[in-house]
């Protein structure tokens, strides 16, 4: 291996490499992207759907402090009665929160939802709880905790009632923070996104993601414990790491799912909590794949217009060298190639010719032979002095021996040799021709020719188009020769632009299997007439026109043959 080649590959493969990586860069980093724009837009979804639902039971919580049932079991001087356990029930369960309590300024419950429950909180002391503090020192308050009895987490709206100007108790709603999590499955239609929502110390308060719920995102210290504990905000239960591996501050890899997610970071309104939402983040995926691929065949096309261009370049001085030669060359074999076709037009038009030979030679003999009797005639009555009968003979012969040279002149102008010559042609006489030229053969076969074309022009060369058609002409002869009715139509139409001419015989029609070679050069199913070159070559002339040639049985019976043809010459 020579050292250009070993530098040259060595420059390739640089090359590649480099455009990979780059690719893989660049897809990656708006990969990246459009995980984050994915995470905000559901983040901000997310979270304005949280924060609905947290205003939607603070004003439930807000109206309730206000209601005249709430406040009447506040008074301490009226006989207790469970028409506020009935009402707060009725509450409860048209807004679809879990428990509705109220609670005095000693944090005792006095009436609750659940009153006629084996759990009901009524008598049950809640001072301790970070909601009711709350709502005692701030009027209002949103907490989230493990229900004492139900160890269910949940979300505490409370709301301090005022009666007479002053802080007479506190109303609680608490919402199973399970119900925020199934309505978000309803509501989200990205799939694998996933959230969390968490407090100041980083505790998973809720997640469509079980495993994290009540998990830490970061190490907890020492005083962070010590505060929960004294809160009973999580009862007894231990807070344990979260089983994410921080990436940096805005992606994360979750070992379960063998995945790495990007993270938007949203803060809720009406809450103290930030909303976490995860989209994950495809390395190897379909678009990376097809991008490297696109790469790849970009950089070998470049490389083999690169290789095309260095052989081109190498080799121009021998192809200005070569050119005239070659030139030369192929100039002599496109005159070969023509003179070929000449010569097989001229072997065709010649077969052609043999074929008529016969009838040819019968449609001049009879002409010969009556002028012969007439001139033995004619002898006689000059004899006798009878001269207009004489005359009228003569006449009589000078008609036979002009039929004969227009057959003769006919056959010798469709054997000549001539120029390819494009012109405008009347279509009528064209037909006019080609039918003096195989009138003899048509009467030997005894073919009724059945002829009413339009007075239209063609755009072709007449001579060779009288070819086509006197081939056409003899092929039906041929086809009917045993046929009882033999009758040759010659119809043609016409548009704006085309004229369309059929040509249909009363024979026994063309062979299913000989439709599709027909035209093929050779292929003849007549091996006593001709050598199989007439349609071939008549379909080379007819498409020298920008003409088209088909062939096909006649519904009526027979063959049909299709020539079309432009009136003018075609615009290329």
Same mark, same amino acid.
């Given at each position: 291996?020579?050292?250009?080649?070993?530098?040259k590959l060595l420059v390739y493969s640089v090359v590649?490499?480099?455009?990979?990586?780059? +690719?893989?860069?660049?897809?990656? /980093?708006?990969?990246?992207?459009?995980? %984050?724009?994915?995470?905000?837009? /559901?983040?901000?979804?997310?979270?304005?759907?949280?924060?609905?639902?947290?205003?939607?039971?603070?004003?439930?919580?807000?109206?309730?402090?206000?209601?005249?049932?709430?406040?009447?079991?506040?008074?301490?001087?009226?006989?207790?009665?469970?028409?506020?356990?009935?009402?707060? &029930?009725?509450?409860?369960? $048209?807004?679809?929160?879990?428990?509705?309590?109220?609670?005095?300024?000693?944090?005792?419950?006095?009436?609750?939802?659940?009153? &006629?429950?084996?759990?009901?909180?009524?008598?049950?002391?809640?001072?301790?709880?970070?909601?009711? #503090?709350?709502?005692?020192?701030? &009027?209002?308050?949103?907490?989230? @905790?493990?229900?004492?009895? =139900?160890?269910?987490?949940?979300?505490?709206?409370?709301?301090?009632?005022?009666?007479?100007?002053?802080?007479?108790?506190? !109303?609680?709603?608490?919402?199973?923070?399970?119900?925020?999590?199934?309505?978000?499955?309803?509501?989200?239609?990205?799939?694998?996104?996933?959230?969390?929502?968490?407090?100041?110390?980083?505790?998973?308060?809720?997640?469509?993601?079980?495993?994290?719920?009540?998990?830490?995102?970061?190490?907890?210290?020492?005083?962070?414990?010590?505060?929960?504990?004294?809160?009973?905000?999580?009862?007894?239960?231990?807070?344990?790491?979260?089983?994410?591996?921080?990436?940096?501050?805005?992606?994360?890899?979750?070992?379960? #799912?063998?995945?790495?997610?990007?993270?938007?970071?949203?803060?809720? $309104?009406?809450?103290?909590?930030?909303?976490?939402?995860?989209?994950p983040r495809n390395y190897l995926n379909e678009t990376?794949?097809?991008?490297?691929?696109?790469?790849?065949?970009?950089?070998?096309?470049?490389?083999?217009?690169?290789?095309?261009?260095?052989?081109?370049?190498?080799?121009?001085?021998?192809?200005l060298y070569s050119e005239r030669s070659l030139a030369?060359?192929?100039?002599?074999?496109?005159?070969?190639?023509?003179?070929?076709?000449?010569?097989?037009? #001229?072997?065709?038009?010649? @077969? +052609?010719?043999?074929?008529?030979?016969?009838?040819?030679?019968?449609?001049?003999?009879?002409?010969?032979?009556?002028?012969?009797?007439?001139? @033995?005639?004619?002898?006689?009555?000059?004899?006798?002095?009878?001269?207009?009968?004489?005359?009228?003979?003569?006449?009589?012969?000078?008609?036979?021996?002009?039929?004969?040279?227009?057959?003769?002149?006919?056959?010798?102008?469709?054997?000549?040799?001539?120029?390819?010559?494009?012109?405008?042609?009347?279509?009528?006489?064209?037909?006019?021709?080609?039918?003096?030229?195989?009138?003899?053969?048509?009467?030997?076969?005894?073919?009724?020719?059945?002829? %009413?074309?339009?007075?239209?022009?063609?755009?072709?060369?007449?001579?060779?188009?009288?070819?086509?058609?006197?081939?056409?002409?003899?092929?039906?002869?041929?086809?009917?020769?045993?046929?009882?009715?033999?009758?040759?139509?010659?119809?043609?139409?016409?548009?704006?632009?085309?004229?369309?001419?059929? *040509?249909?015989?009363?024979?026994?029609?063309?062979?299913?299997?000989?439709?599709?070679? *027909?035209?093929?050069?050779?292929?003849?199913?007549?091996?006593? %007439?001709?050598?199989?070159?007439?349609?071939?070559? =008549?379909?080379? *002339? *007819?498409?020298?026109?920008?003409?088209?040639?088909?062939?096909?049985? %006649?519904?009526?019976?027979?063959?049909?043959?299709? !020539?079309?043809?432009?009136?003018?010459?075609?615009?290329?």
């Amino acid at each position: 291996m020579s050292n250009k080649l070993v530098v040259k590959l060595l420059v390739y493969s640089v090359v590649l490499v480099v455009a990979m990586v780059l +690719t893989v860069q660049v897809t990656l /980093q708006q990969q990246a992207q459009r995980a %984050h724009q994915q995470a905000r837009v /559901q983040g901000a979804h997310l979270s304005d759907y949280i924060d609905r639902q947290f205003s939607r039971y603070q004003r439930i919580v807000d109206s309730l402090s206000r209601s005249k049932a709430v406040h009447q079991a506040l008074d301490i001087k009226r006989a207790a009665s469970q028409d506020t356990d009935r009402y707060l &029930h009725d509450m409860q369960l $048209a807004s679809g929160a879990s428990d509705v309590y109220l609670l005095n300024t000693s944090g005792t419950v006095v009436a609750t939802s659940n009153w &006629h429950l084996p759990y009901s909180y009524k008598g049950n002391n809640f001072a301790f709880r970070g909601y009711f #503090r709350d709502a005692m020192r701030h &009027h209002s308050a949103i907490d989230f @905790a493990l229900g004492q009895r =139900s160890r269910k987490r949940g979300f505490y709206f409370s709301q301090a009632v005022t009666v007479a100007g002053e802080v007479a108790g506190v !109303i609680v709603v608490k919402v199973n923070a399970s119900q925020f999590e199934a309505d978000k499955a309803a509501l989200d239609s990205v799939q694998d996104t996933l959230f969390a929502l968490v407090d100041e110390n980083n505790v998973v308060l809720m997640s469509n993601a079980e495993p994290w719920r009540l998990t830490s995102l970061s190490p907890m210290t020492t005083p962070q414990r010590q505060q929960l504990k004294q809160s009973q905000q999580f009862l007894e239960r231990t807070i344990a790491p979260a089983p994410w591996q921080w990436q940096g501050q805005a992606q994360v890899y979750i070992a379960k #799912r063998k995945r790495t997610f990007v993270i938007d970071d949203t803060a809720l $309104a009406r809450a103290p909590y930030q909303l976490l939402t995860l989209v994950p983040r495809n390395y190897l995926n379909e678009t990376l794949v097809a991008r490297l691929g696109v790469t790849l065949m970009c950089l070998l096309v470049l490389i083999a217009l690169v290789e095309y261009l260095l052989v081109k370049v190498a080799g121009y001085r021998q192809l200005l060298y070569s050119e005239r030669s070659l030139a030369e060359q192929v100039k002599q074999r496109s005159q070969e190639l023509e003179q070929a076709q000449d010569a097989l037009v #001229r072997t065709a038009k010649l @077969a +052609t010719i043999g074929q008529l030979s016969a009838s040819v030679n019968h449609e001049i003999n009879q002409p010969l032979s009556a002028m012969s009797a007439y001139i @033995a005639a004619s002898k006689r009555l000059i004899a006798r002095g009878q001269y207009d009968k004489a005359l009228s003979n003569l006449q009589l012969i000078e008609q036979l021996v002009n039929r004969v040279h227009a057959i003769a002149a006919q056959l010798k102008s469709f054997s000549q040799k001539r120029e390819h010559k494009m012109q405008a042609t009347s279509l009528v006489q064209t037909i006019d021709n080609a039918l003096l030229v195989a009138g003899p053969q048509l009467k030997e076969y005894g073919v009724e020719v059945c002829y %009413h074309p339009p007075n239209v022009t063609v755009w072709v060369d007449p001579y060779q188009f009288e070819q086509v058609l006197v081939n056409l002409f003899a092929n039906a002869c041929q086809a009917m020769e045993k046929q009882a009715v033999k009758r040759l139509r010659i119809e043609a139409d016409s548009d704006d632009e085309n004229v369309y001419l059929s *040509i249909i015989d009363t024979g026994l029609g063309i062979e299913h299997h000989a439709l599709s070679s *027909i035209f093929e050069p050779f292929y003849t199913t007549k091996s006593e %007439h001709g050598l199989g070159l007439g349609l071939s070559i =008549s379909k080379q *002339i *007819i498409e020298s026109f920008q003409g088209t040639l088909s062939a096909h049985n %006649h519904p009526d019976g027979g063959a049909e043959f299709l !020539i079309s043809l432009h009136q003018q010459e075609p615009q290329i």
